[in-house]
């Protein structure tokens, strides 16, 4: 079968034929996958920018960890999985031995694996992965949706950390998938005005104006903090959404949210922050950090995608199939795109 595999550590990716996925062991379904998006972290491993490292002991391996398809072959024991069975997979795959693991902690393993990252991914025809790493997506919610759920989840945890509240004015910063789910689930969690920010980003603004976002702010025209206010009519605000990766945005950030005011980090940065501890003490500032998505958010998210299954599809700019997955890759690179969804 055709995959994308990443097989040096360095700047790259290959489309090359690799051998279809042996039959699945002891708790193991094969997925017939039919929907891959192409991530952000994706492209930092495309790129090998710092901060990927930890994929090299597993080279070489097919990259892809946002995808849904159908359930091609059942191992021993994965039962009551069935063929046919339409899934998006959880990326995440604990070792159910640590420590962390018999705490019922699963998100805490300490010896977790990745699907995509860390073992095969979903960027190939077909893709082998444990029974417990498959959701069912519920009827009104096709797999190109159910590609989404990992992206979803990601910025539905961050508004659950964020503690957004009914009638809050939130802050996204950054554009991106991420920014846009963040966005979304703000508005759904009850938000009363969200606005997003992002630098010369025109085909991520043009998303979420699709969205229906209309308080978009570009830090690359006036400061965040002159816009932020003119925007507000001076308040500072409720909770802030990070999503950038660009490590200054983290005090940007804090320099527009209200004292007592909750600042999440979602973003995977490349370096460390310079924080005014002063200022951020006596603001009694809340920063807090989140990353990927709990068991009970995947629900969360796939009931949302159930009730409004095209209001989500926006997000989704370019499908390719998976023989142009590198030419999505640049696009991805050079912020021609928002989310390229490739099909194998
Ligand atoms: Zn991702
Ligand atoms: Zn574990």
């Known amino acids: 079968m055709r ?5 040096a550590a360095g700047f ?32 930092h491993a495309y790129e090998w920018t710092d901060g990927y490292g930890f994929m090299a002991p597993h080279l070489p391996l097919t990259m892809g960890h946002e995808f849904a398809g159908r359930i091609a072959a059942v191992g ?15 990326p995440f795959v604990a070792c159910g031995a640590c420590p962390a693991c018999r705490r019922g902690e699963a998100r805490d393993c300490e010896r977790r694996a990745t699907v995509g990252l860390t073992r095969d991914g979903g960027f190939a025809r077909y893709a082998r992965v444990p029974a417990a790493a498959c959701i069912a997506l519920p009827e009104a919610v096709d797999t190109e949706l159910g590609a989404l759920a990992e992206p979803l989840g990601v910025a539905c945890e961050a508004v659950l950390v ?6 809050d004015t939130v802050l996204v910063l950054g554009p991106g998938t991420i920014g846009q789910g963040i966005a979304l689930m703000a508005r759904a969690a009850g938000a009363g005005r969200v606005l997003v920010a992002g630098r010369a980003d025109a085909p991520r603004f043009a998303v979420l104006r699709r969205l229906g976002f209309d308080a978009l702010i570009d830090v690359a025209e006036a400061p965040l903090r002159e ?32 004292k007592g005011g909750v600042l999440v980090v979602a973003g995977i940065h490349p370096g ?31 009931a949302l ?8 599809r926006v997000l989704i700019t370019h499908r390719l199939p998976l023989e ?7 696009l991805a690179r050079q912020r021609a795109a928002s989310k390229v969804m490739l099909a194998p």
């Not at 021993?76 to 069975?85: I, N, V």
Request: hydrophobic fraction near 40%; charged fraction near 25%; charge should be negative.
């Open 324 to 330: 142009r997955g590198l030419e999505g890759f640049e």
């Open 305 to 312: 995608l159930a009730r409004d299954p095209e209001g989500f």
């Open 272 to 302: 460390p922050v310079a924080l005014p501890l002063t200022d951020f003490v006596r603001a009694r500032h809340q920063l807090r950090a989140t990353h990927g998505a709990a068991r009970s958010t995947w629900d969360r998210v796939l």
């Open 227 to 258: 816009q932020v206010l003119a925007a507000t009519g001076g308040r500072a605000v409720d909770v802030v959404l990070e999503a950038t990766g660009h490590p200054p945005s983290v005090v940007e950030g804090l320099s527009v949210l209200r």
């Open 76 to 90: 021993p024991g994965a039962e009551p999985w069935a063929e046919g069975a339409r899934v998006a997979v959880m």
């Open 162 to 167: 964020g503690e957004v509240g009914l009638g």
């Open 3 to 7: 995959a994308l595999r990443k097989t």
């Open 12 to 43: 790259g990716l290959e489309l090359l034929d690799a051998p279809d996925p042996s039959p699945p062991g002891p708790g193991e379904v094969v997925v017939r996958v039919e929907h891959a998006g192409i991530c952000g972290s994706d492209v």
